[in-house]
């Protein structure tokens, strides 16, 4: 529960604008479906943060929608109508889940599964991504982990 309540409180230092209630949800999807999928769920957040900052009705003109930037074709692909985009749980889980799926394709290189996930495999395996972009993706990961650290969620 103190971790749960740590992570909500980093979502609520990032993003403002975020209940307290909701940053609880948030975390616990974000715990959930990082077990379930055996990803770290800071990465899983990384990944929120650095492509909505936690905003659940993100979107881009390019068919990417809520915290995780989830393309319609992918939410179909996995059994759900895309309005389900904008639901924070099947938003998470579907990228938890994409997550998992590009670590296992970049043999559990979670730089890699990162990057594939922001600029597609095919361009991960041809070296045609920012390697900075990335980077900073996944220093969004220490990040977390030392803001509980400062704040006693974690030891």
């Given at each position: 529960?103190?971790?749960k309540?740590?992570?909500?409180?980093?979502?609520?230092?990032?993003?403002?604008?975020?209940?307290?209630?909701?940053?609880?949800?948030l975390?616990?999807?974000?715990?959930?479906?990082?077990?379930?999928y055996?990803?770290?769920?800071?990465?899983?957040?990384?990944?929120?943060?650095?492509e909505?900052?936690?905003?659940?009705?993100s979107?881009n003109?390019?068919?990417?929608?809520?915290?995780?930037?989830?393309?319609?074709?992918?939410?179909?692909?996995?059994?759900?109508?895309?309005?389900?985009?904008?639901?924070?749980d099947?938003?998470?889980?579907i990228?938890?889940?994409?997550?998992?799926?590009?670590s296992?394709?970049?043999?559990?290189?979670y730089?890699?599964?990162?990057?594939?996930?922001?600029?597609?495999?095919?361009?991960?395996?041809?070296?045609?991504?920012?390697?900075?972009?990335?980077?900073?993706?996944?220093?969004?990961?220490?990040?977390?982990?030392?803001?509980?650290?400062?704040?006693?969620?974690?030891s």
């Amino acid at each position: 529960a103190k971790y749960k309540r740590g992570l909500a409180s980093y979502i609520r230092h990032i993003n403002k604008g975020i209940s307290y209630n909701k940053s609880l949800k948030l975390a616990g999807y974000f715990i959930k479906y990082g077990k379930q999928y055996k990803v770290n769920e800071q990465i899983v957040m990384a990944v929120a943060q650095a492509e909505s900052h936690f905003n659940t009705s993100s979107h881009n003109p390019y068919g990417y929608w809520g915290l995780m930037q989830i393309s319609t074709s992918l939410v179909k692909a996995k059994g759900y109508n895309g309005k389900s985009l904008l639901r924070a749980d099947v938003n998470i889980k579907i990228g938890a889940r994409y997550l998992k799926t590009l670590s296992e394709i970049f043999h559990n290189n979670y730089f890699k599964a990162v990057a594939a996930y922001v600029y597609g495999s095919g361009s991960v395996q041809c070296g045609h991504y920012s390697k900075a972009r990335i980077k900073k993706i996944v220093d969004n990961k220490t990040a977390i982990k030392k803001f509980l650290k400062k704040y006693k969620y974690i030891s």
